[in-house]
Nanobody
C-alpha cells in the first residue's frame, strides 16, 4: 500500500505565495513521475506541474514562470512553490505519483487526499 500525504495549502491574498509538500510512504520500490494536479469547482482536474525521476519537468501554460516543482528522491517527496498567486489558482490541489511497488510489477498511479488553496482578490 502506498500513501501520499499533502500539506501546505491555505488562504492567501492575490500576489502571495504558498508552498505545497507531498510525501509518499509505504511499499515503494521506485517512483517515476511525481506531480501536482488541481480541480476547481465545476471544472475537470488538470495537470499543474510534473517532474520525472531524472529531473525533467513540465508545466501548465497558466502557471509557467510562477510555479516551480521540485522533488527529493531520497525522501520520496515532491514540492510545489507557488508565487504570484491569482484568484484563478483557487482549487483543490492533488499530489500524484507513478509508483512501482515491486520490480516485477508495472507502474501505478497513486493520489493524495487533496489540499485546498484559496486565493482572495
Amino acid at each position: 500500500q502506498v500513501q501520499l500525504v499533502e500539506s501546505g495549502g491555505g488562504l492567501v491574498q492575490a500576489g502571495g505565495s504558498l508552498r505545497l509538500s507531498c510525501a509518499a510512504s509505504g511499499s515503494i520500490f521506485s517512483i517515476n513521475a511525481m506531480g501536482w494536479y488541481r480541480q476547481a469547482p465545476g471544472k475537470q482536474r488538470e495537470l499543474v506541474a510534473k517532474i520525472y525521476s531524472g529531473g525533467s519537468t513540465n508545466y501548465a501554460d497558466s502557471v509557467k514562470g510562477r510555479f516551480t516543482i521540485s522533488r527529493d528522491n531520497a525522501k520520496n517527496s515532491v514540492f510545489l512553490q507557488m508565487n504570484s498567486l491569482k484568484p484563478e489558482d483557487t482549487a483543490v490541489y492533488y499530489c500524484n505519483a507513478m509508483v512501482k511497488v515491486v520490480p516485477a510489477m508495472g507502474w501505478y498511479d497513486y493520489w493524495g487526499q487533496g489540499t485546498q488553496v484559496t486565493v482572495s482578490s
